[in-house]
């Protein structure tokens, strides 16, 4: 029997939504942080060859911060209030999988050396599959699920914002369509050596960043991006502390350091004045 509010309009949110999520987020918290810890050592602790740590050590970075959203997603009434961070989780799932799949002589286990990184490989492969077929699966239920009224906007977005937003979610995205279908040019263009699969990587969480950006814009409701207004500013932080201590490694004077600069302070900000917001409009939780 469903247990929401008539009178909050909106698509049930399925339980399959709500585990999946909890799943996803100890699965990156404790991968994402081992990724992140070895690139900040400098060693390059993934699934395939990295020429540098750097590029493994950002997609762990990602998988930690993104994870705080997600344990949250629970507290969600409707599917309304947690699809701008849970489809881009799919995103990163499904684009992931495919990576490591169109990429597979990268990985470890195709190009041998230490027991531990091809174990790590092996796991990565069958962990991410069966996660990628699960938020597929998910999806899917959630979309059965019955559908009252469309819900109502109870903080709609500053018309200053929009603007901002529409930039800032149209530069990750073409940055991510850039690196996952032309890596070898767009690759060329990190600040820091990359690798094929390292550039398609990188570019399936620009996508998901994207996606999950202009959905907020899609929206319209400060109300329906509780749990991605944990996720942003958390991405946007363990990105930079990464990359403030692999410094050396990043060519600051190259063309593209300042825009990576400029878009990881912008999903900063959005985090934290999207917060802000939501305080002082006072909306119910």
């Known amino acids: 029997m469903s247990t ?9 949110l399925s339980p399959a939504i709500t585990t999946l999520s909890a799943v996803v987020a100890v699965v990156s918290i404790l991968t994402g942080a081992l990724m992140a810890v070895a690139g900040l050592t400098g060693h390059a602790f993934g699934a395939w060859h990295s020429p540098e740590a750097l590029s493994p050590g950002l997609i762990g970075a990602a998988m930690v911060g993104v994870s705080p ?3 949250v997603v629970g507290r969600a ?18 684009g992931l999988f495919a990576v490591s799949v169109a990429d597979g002589g990268e990985l470890h286990v195709a190009t041998g050396g230490l027991i531990v990184l091809v174990m790590f490989s092996l796991g990565w492969v069958a962990v991410l599959g069966a996660l990628a077929a699960a938020a597929v699966l998910c999806l899917v239920v959630q979309y059965r ?3 009252t009224a469309p819900p109502a906007r109870t903080a709609p977005l500053p018309a200053w ?10 530069g990750w995205l073409g940055l991510g369509t850039g690196l996952v279908l032309a890596p070898r040019f767009w690759g060329g263009l990190v600040p820091w050596a ?8 990188l570019g399936v969480w620009c996508l998901a960043l994207g996606v999950g950006v202009l959905g907020a814009l899609a929206e319209d409701d400060l109300a329906r991006l509780r749990p991605a207004l944990l996720s942003v500013p958390g991405v946007a932080l363990a990105s930079a502390v990464l990359l403030a201590g692999r410094a050396g490694d990043v060519t600051w004077s190259s063309g593209a350091a300042l825009p990576l600069v400029v878009l990881l302070a912008g999903l900063l900000s959005t985090g934290a004045i999207g917060h802000w917001l939501l305080t002082r409009r006072a909306v119910p939780a």
């Open 145 to 147: 699920r019955p559908v």
């Open 77 to 94: 009434r409707v599917w309304e209030e947690v699809r701008t961070l849970v489809l881009p989780t799919a995103v990163v799932l499904v």
């Open 4 to 12: 929401q509010d008539p009178d909050l309009g909106g698509r049930e």
């Open 161 to 170: 914002s929009k603007p901002l937003l529409a930039v800032l979610g149209s």
């Open 69 to 71: 959203g997600l344990l």
């Open 194 to 201: 990359v690798g094929r699969a390292d550039a398609q990587g």
